[in-house]
């Protein structure tokens, strides 16, 4: 089955202990990219990648890292968490970026608390 | 001023009943205008995009967009309780979506 998958589905930490949110696809997706999703405010990009070992930031990249080693993986790592990072996260994949739309695929999303 | 402004609702009809939703866009430098629909505790899903002005028929669903007045719309007829999700709008330019911060419409049997 074609999907994006993400790990945990649900965490709750504390503010400064690092964490790691996966995101793999199966789809041979070029493009994949980090959602934050807040009540009122919709989903907000935080990072995106055309491709391998190509990043960039999206509206809110700030306290947050993401690596592109392979095509299929696009984690994301928050080095100190701090509360304001509560939320709901979801990673898209979409085929590729370009002059033309391209459906963006999410994951099923990971809620993180940070106490 | 958000880029992309809709009403959070909720916004409750009866079965069967014509759900009208709309955003308003700032921006008119994007080109693609989409429909997302997200269910509790899932990601998004893509409904319908259209890029031009007019309207975009899909089953039940129409989306429509006025790019002189910046308004984009969508209409679900013959709602369905299986409807009920929250409905976020969103545009797009390049490697750029943004979102509304979503529509909740809840169809009572």
């Known amino acids: 089955e074609a999907q994006v998958t993400q790990n945990p589905r649900y965490l709750i930490t504390v503010t400064g202990k690092k964490l790691t949110v996966t995101c793999s696809q199966n789809?041979?997706?070029?493009?994949m990219s980090w959602y934050r999703q807040d009540p009122g405010l919709g989903l907000r990009q935080i990072y995106y990648?055309?491709?391998?070992?190509?990043?960039d930031k999206g509206d809110v990249p700030e306290g947050y890292k993401v690596s592109r080693k392979e095509k299929r993986n696009f984690p994301l790592i928050l080095e100190s968490p701090s509360p304001n990072q509560t939320s709901l996260y979801f990673c898209?994949?979409?085929?590729?970026?370009?002059?033309?739309?391209?459906?963006?695929?999410f994951g099923p999303g990971t809620r993180l608390t940070v106490l | 001023q958000k880029e992309v402004e809709q009403d959070p609702g909720p916004l409750s009809v009866p079965e069967g009943a014509i759900v009208s939703l709309n955003c308003t866009y700032s921006?008119?430098?994007?080109?693609?205008f989409m429909w997302y629909r997200q269910y509790s505790r899932k990601g998004p899903e893509l409904l319908m995009y259209?890029?031009?002005?007019g309207n975009k028929e899909d089953g039940r669903f129409t989306a429509q967009v006025d790019k002189s007045s910046k308004y984009i719309s969508l209409f679900i007829r013959d709602s369905q309780p299986s409807d009920s999700a929250t409905y976020l709008c969103?545009?797009?330019?390049?490697?750029?979506?943004?979102f509304g911060g979503g529509t909740r419409v809840l169809v009572k049997p």
């Open positions: 898209a994949s979409s085929p590729w970026w370009g002059s033309s739309y391209n459906e963006q695929f």
């Open positions: 789809m041979n997706h070029e493009y």
């Open positions: 990648s055309m491709n391998v070992e190509v990043t």
């Open positions: 921006n008119s430098a994007f080109q693609y």
């Open positions: 259209t890029y031009s002005s």
């Open positions: 969103a545009k797009a330019a390049g490697n750029k979506l943004t």
